[in-house]
Antibody, heavy 129, light 109 residues
Framework: QVQLVQSGAEVKKPGASVKVSCKAS????????INWVRQATGQGLEWMGW????????GYAQKFQGRVTMTRNTSISTAYMELSSLRSEDTAVYYC??????????????????????WGKGTTVTVSS | EIVLTQSPGTLSLSPGERATLSCRAS???????LAWYQQKPGQAPRLLIY???SRATGIPDRFSGSGSGTDFTLTISRLEPEDFAVYYC??????????FGPGTKVDIK
């Protein structure tokens, strides 16, 4: 079945970096984007960025520009999200999610869809001195 | 950047009742880029609706989505015990990024 398996919990000190992995199975890894979304305890969902595993192209939320790097290793169908210069506010659960882009043609009109259809279970990152 | 506002913040209902959740955008959103997710405590979000009104695979037909422009609605026709959760709307914008609404919690009255 299609699934995304994330790496285990991390505890980091302020100023350090963390790298979270997301291993895909059950589908062709290079055919779908990988998005990263985080959620602080008791808070809502915050989108961090996307990566195209085929090209390696990325797009980051402005808030994380300069601090986040999304990469992949296609030989093992794994995506990575690295966040640097960690601070206490980065304590959160980090999710990877498959991004599905679709185009539907209805009576010669093109409809473009993009949504996250499969999610990993999340990786807890705790930043504490 | 488009801001999504969800209302109410909390909806207290009984099983069997109808739930109507609202998602309002600060400017017009393409319907095809509007999605709804359900999240239960300790779990990852689950896709319910994409393209404003299309149910994702395996989603019961008691869930329906509607709307266009700046106003979108998620309706749960008859609440089942497993439907009590937090619901988020999400849009994909022209700037190439996603934004989520703050969520609506549906809890048991």
């Amino acid at each position: 079945q299609v699934q995304l398996v994330q790496s285990g919990a991390e505890v980091k000190k302020p100023g350090a970096s963390v790298k979270v992995s997301c291993k895909a199975s059950g589908y062709t890894f290079t055919s779908y984007d990988i998005n990263w979304v985080r959620q602080a305890t008791g808070q809502g969902l915050e989108w961090m960025g996307w990566m195209n595993p085929n090209s390696g192209n990325t797009g980051y939320a402005q808030k994380f520009q300069g601090r986040v790097t999304m990469t992949r290793n296609t030989s093992i169908s794994t995506a990575y999200m690295e966040l640097s210069s960690l601070r206490s506010e980065d304590t959160a659960v980090y999710y990877c999610a498959r991004g599905l882009r679709d185009i539907v043609v209805v009576v010669a009109e093109y409809y473009y869809y993009y949504y996250m259809d499969v999610w990993g279970k999340g990786t807890t990152v705790t930043v504490s001195s | 950047e488009i801001v999504l506002t969800q209302s109410p913040g909390t909806l207290s209902l009984s099983p069997g009742e109808r739930a109507t959740l609202s998602c309002r955008a600060s400017q017009s959103v393409s319907s095809s880029y509007l999605a709804w997710y359900q999240q239960k405590p300790g779990q990852a979000p689950r896709l319910l609706i994409y393209g404003a009104s299309s149910r994702a695979t395996g989603i019961p037909d008691r869930f329906s989505g509607s709307g266009s422009g700046t106003d979108f609605t998620l309706t749960i026709s008859r609440l089942e015990p497993e439907d009590f959760a937090v619901y988020y709307c999400q849009q994909y914008g022209s700037s190439g990024g996603f934004t989520f609404g703050p969520g609506t919690k549906v809890d048991i009255k």
